[in-house]
């Protein structure tokens, strides 16, 4: 007899027309199963259409005292009322064909009457019950995946029409039909280099695996190989257990490297050693990982310049271009900017309409050179602004000082004077800056802006300007400070926060 010392008392509902087959079921396997009847018919879809729940229905092929197989002409409406629900045909007759219209029809197996096997009968009621739980849920995961997706396009929306953003969306989706190829993506800082990565993923055959984003450039280099690649307990002092590291985390999906001009010599060999051979190895173990991770890296430097200059390494460049894909500054999709206004006031509570004729001209006029970044920052201050003012529209007023005090035709660089609470008074913030200077500016603005909406509280200011925590917001601090010392004197709250750090 069949082990049923770990059975689920499924619930079966019989449809029969044979009474003594109903008793003879429910005495060979009703201590197991739990038996519902209906012996036409109509008894059967009256238990249907009442709602009753079934694990599986079993349905004999000759209903209502007629010689034709009626049954097959009732799988179609059951299949309707219960598609997710299991069916097993019941019959005595042996031609094959009959079979194979059953199982066309939608049944999941068979049992033939007239063989007494109630082993066998058990081992078919349990595959085709067993069978549909596992579809069930299978079906609930994928709706739930789909969910989570609909939640991440929401949240990381890659917004915009213009042709050239278009040309950009229809590269990532044929590159997401290759679930193995790299992709370097490029843009100047506050591009959307990350919304484009989520876009390659959640098109792609990975859709339903993990997505890891991780920011290098605001990881200190003493930990980075150990939250990368993971380390053994005891590794290292303070090591007082093991660590999997992101590229762990992402096995099976899509790991995004972003600010990969950022990494040392050290880090640039392992990571290419992983792009060749699909290896890691955790800081202090002896044994290497096999892996199964899409790279898409991310940068706003120039790369094949830092190869000439000897800081970034050819072979690793090489892998990473295997495709380039380049993301515009929002000075070259201006047509986009209506979108995005639309969709970043939307976020904050407030709408378009709010906005006076001259000073929505004096946004669209803006060179924007801090991009998306930029302007999400903008609408933040302007959310605090109107809060502040105590006013229903948003004005010149409710403007941050760069985009209020700029004039068209201003070289850029000028956009950073003439705020009270971002005080200057120095020469050196109107000369020209490097692409690099503009990029510490805007990053170090949006901190500033940060440390004084959220009064001081460093971890708080950390969050809003998108740094996570207090560890990251003093690393990137430091390392601006160690580059451009000089531009730490157009903010002042950094300044009053970060004394140890900023002299």
């Not at 199963?33 to 349905?59: P, V």
């Not at 660590?243 to 096995?251: D, L, T, V």
């Not at 200059?309 to 271009?321: H, I, N, P, S, Y």
Request: charged share 30%.
């Amino acid at each position: 007899m069949p082990d049923y010392s770990l059975r689920n008392n499924y619930k079966i509902l019989l449809v029969d027309d044979n009474p003594s087959f109903h008793s003879e079921l429910k005495a060979a396997l009703g201590r197991h199963y739990e038996f519902a009847g209906a012996i036409d018919a109509s008894g059967l879809f009256k238990k249907l259409q009442n709602g009753d729940e079934f694990d599986l229905i079993m349905l004999d092929l000759v209903l209502d005292g007629s010689a034709r197989l009626i049954g097959l002409d009732l799988l179609p409406k059951i299949k309707e009322l219960r598609p997710e629900t299991p069916l097993v045909v019941v019959t005595n007759d042996k031609e094959v064909e009959t079979v194979v219209a059953a199982i066309k029809g939608g049944a999941e197996n068979f049992i033939h009457k007239g063989k007494k096997d109630y082993e066998l009968w058990d081992q078919v009621i349990r595959k085709a019950v067993e069978g549909g739980k596992v579809k069930a849920e299978n079906k609930h995961l994928r709706q739930e995946v789909q969910r989570y997706r609909e939640k991440e396009t929401e949240e990381f929306p890659f917004i915009g029409r213009s042709t050239i953003i278009q040309e950009v969306k229809d590269t990532l989706l044929i590159l997401s039909e290759d679930p193995n190829i790299s992709v370097l993506i490029t843009g100047e800082t506050g591009t959307g280099k990350e919304v484009a990565a989520r876009y390659l993923h959640q098109h792609g055959m990975r859709k339903d695996k993990s997505f890891i984003a991780v920011n290098l450039s605001a990881i200190s280099e003493s930990l980075l190989e150990s939250e990368l690649f993971g380390h053994i307990k005891g590794a290292f002092t303070g090591a007082s257990q093991a660590k999997e590291g992101y590229f762990r985390q992402a096995n099976g999906g899509v790991l995004m490297l972003d600010e990969i001009g950022d990494i040392n010599p050290d880090i640039q060999i392992k990571l290419l050693r992983f792009l060749e051979r699909k290896l890691i190895r955790p800081v202090g173990s002896d044994n290497d990982i096999q892996l199964d991770v899409q790279v898409v890296a991310a940068t706003h430097r120039d790369l094949k310049s830092m190869v000439a200059e000897g800081t970034f390494r050819q072979d690793l460049f090489m892998r990473l271009k295997t495709v380039e894909v380049r993301l515009p500054p929002l000075r070259e999709r201006l047509s986009d900017l209506n979108l995005l206004l639309d969709h970043y006031l939307q976020q904050a509570g407030m709408s378009r309409d709010l906005i006076r004729p001259g000073t929505y001209d004096r946004i669209l006029s803006y060179p924007w050179h801090g991009n998306i970044r930029e302007l999400v920052s903008a609408v933040q201050y302007i959310s605090m602004r109107r809060k502040i003012l105590k006013t229903d529209v948003i004005d010149d007023h409710c403007l941050p000082y760069d985009i209020r005090d700029h004039r068209p035709g201003a070289p850029a660089a000028q956009a950073v004077t003439a705020n009270d609470r971002i005080a200057t008074a120095t020469a050196s913030v109107t000369q020209e800056l490097s692409r690099e200077e503009e990029v510490a500016v805007t990053d170090l603005r949006r901190i500033e802006q940060a440390l004084l909406e959220k009064n001081y509280v460093k971890g708080d200011a950390a969050k809003m300007a998108g740094l996570e925590n207090t560890d990251n917001l003093r690393y990137c601090i430091r390392k601006y400070y160690k580059q451009f010392p000089t531009l730490f004197v157009q903010f002042p709250a950094i300044k009053k926060a970060f004394g140890k750090i900023v002299k």
